[in-house]
């Protein structure tokens, strides 16, 4: 059975940044309102190591401080499953020649496993601290710094395909396979993708991310809030390496795609849920950035940026109408490294005339469930260059694991999807008939039968096959 679910992104064409300090002790007493729960961010970036270089690929380790800004304490036990991983990502935001603007993640991170948590004072005042001098619980109000050293530390750091974003869930001990030295599990970047020639620092900015998951603050639905990023210059050269240092302030709980908009304010940010809290008891978000340009000779240039903050299920394709010819498709994703299963191929590019969209898709769950699907705390980025202006309109995308298909109100070319689907298909045999009825019948006020997304079966549902009957799809 395959579903599909409307989208409507919250556009944040004016994003406001959380910079420096974020006071907490504004948080009411604990357990007002019945509401008890603790929430991790990443509080601050603070510093940054260069671990050195080996076959053209430097790597790093970006520190991170936490805070705890929940009214509840959060466990921190290093000998289990209840502590946080924390990821780090590299990002590149440039001027293009045809004076558009894109945004690449160009390096990732394995993950930093937790092992115990000071008390400091970075986001409040820390008047809930847990007892001891490192103990295994950080307090509300309470932060807890793990230097790029403690983040670079290859033994403590574990694979991202074991952690499940989306509820925080991981297998202990987690995975330990092989992998190269100097730069193994580190923050790897290709020195390319770094070149001041390249890339001068007059037209291109780059940034580091880091990014919480716990399973108390996913329980919590408090996920959304748990990457944070903070810009960075370089020096050095091409054939040596290059050092990052650190400027400005880290923008507290907004992922790094919203450096592309802090560059260059034009840019279109909308966030989508997967999950919505009260349905599944999942906070998964996304976001979707878009930048439009004329170019000239009747054409426009296209960037799209896709982040996936912490849905498991991922994503295997992207999509979006398209009436009038295309060229200079691309696309660029950071690449899995030191033996981490993930594969890294690039996705399949082309004109779906069924659907009538410019398609990127990597293989399905089926054909590869190690495939590079756009997983979670990554970013893929898609461009091409249409004579199709732009308007408000619909993307379409399909979720990895599942399938799920997701209508997504973004700006697109000026073209409409050709529907050649029946949503109200349940049993996908091509046909909305007394089947379909029948198992919205059954599972009435269940699962089984739902068409909208609502995680129930209930009349939309209902409505949808009645509206369909007799819908014969391809």
């Known amino acids: 059975m395959r579903s599909q679910i409307m989208m409507t992104g919250l556009a944040l064409a004016g994003c406001a940044l959380f910079v420096g300090h974020m006071n907490t002790d504004a948080v009411a007493a604990r357990g007002a309102g019945g509401v008890v729960f603790p929430d991790v961010i990443v509080g601050s970036l603070p510093g940054i190591s260069r671990y050195g270089v080996s076959n053209g690929i430097s790597a790093y380790a970006v520190g991170t401080t936490s805070c705890n800004i929940g009214n509840d304490f959060l466990l921190w036990e290093g000998d289990n499953n209840n502590h946080p991983t924390i990821g780090q990502n590299m990002y590149r935001v440039e001027q293009l020649d045809n004076g558009c603007t894109r945004i690449e993640h160009i390096g990732m991170s394995w993950l930093k496993h937790g092992f115990c948590a000071l008390q400091g004072t970075l986001c409040g005042s820390c008047s809930n601290p847990a007892p001891g001098g490192c103990p295994p619980i950080l307090g509300w109000n309470c932060s807890d710094p793990y230097s790029s050293g403690l983040n670079g530390s290859q033994s403590g750091l574990g694979p991202k395909s074991e952690v499940n974003a989306s509820i925080g869930y991981f297998e202990y001990p987690y995975g330990s396979p092989s992998y190269p030295a100097t730069i193994g599990r580190r923050l790897n970047v290709f020195n390319t993708d770094m070149d001041l020639a390249t890339y001068p620092a007059s037209t291109t900015n780059y940034f580091v991310e880091g990014q919480y998951i716990h399973p108390q ?258």
């Open 217 to 474: 603050d996913a329980a919590a639905c408090k996920s959304f809030n748990n990457a944070s990023y903070r810009e960075v210059t370089r020096s050095g050269t091409l054939s040596s390496g290059y050092n990052l240092n650190l400027i400005n302030s880290t923008r507290q709980m907004t992922p790094a795609i919203f450096a592309w908009q802090e560059i260059d304010p034009e840019v279109d940010i909308r966030t989508f849920e997967l999950s919505k809290c009260s349905v599944s008891g999942l906070n998964e978000t996304f976001h979707i950035g878009v930048k439009v340009c004329d170019i000239g000779n009747g054409m426009w240039h296209y960037e799209y940026a896709v982040y996936n903050l912490d849905c498991d299920k991922g994503f295997q394709s992207f999509e979006v109408p398209l009436n009038g010819t295309y060229e200079n498709a691309e696309q660029a994703f950071a690449v899995y490294h030191s033996n981490e299963v993930y594969a890294n191929e690039s996705w399949s590019v082309g004109y779906d005339s069924s659907m009538g969209t410019l398609k990127w898709n990597s293989d399905t769950f089926a054909q590869n469930e190690e495939a590079n699907a756009l997983r979670w705390n990554t970013m893929h980025t898609f461009s091409f260059d249409t004579t199709d202006p732009p308007v408000e309109g619909q993307a379409r995308a399909l979720t990895f694991k599942d399938g799920t298909e997701l209508m997504l109100d973004l700006i697109v070319p000026n073209a409409d999807f050709v529907d050649n689907s029946c949503a109200a298909d349940l049993n996908n045999d091509n046909i909305v008939d007394g089947v379909d009825l029948a198992t919205v019948l059954a599972f009435w006020g269940r699962v089984g039968g739902d068409i909208d997304g609502d995680g129930t079966t209930g009349g939309t549902d209902l409505a949808s096959v009645l509206a369909d009957w007799g819908c014969i799809g391809e």
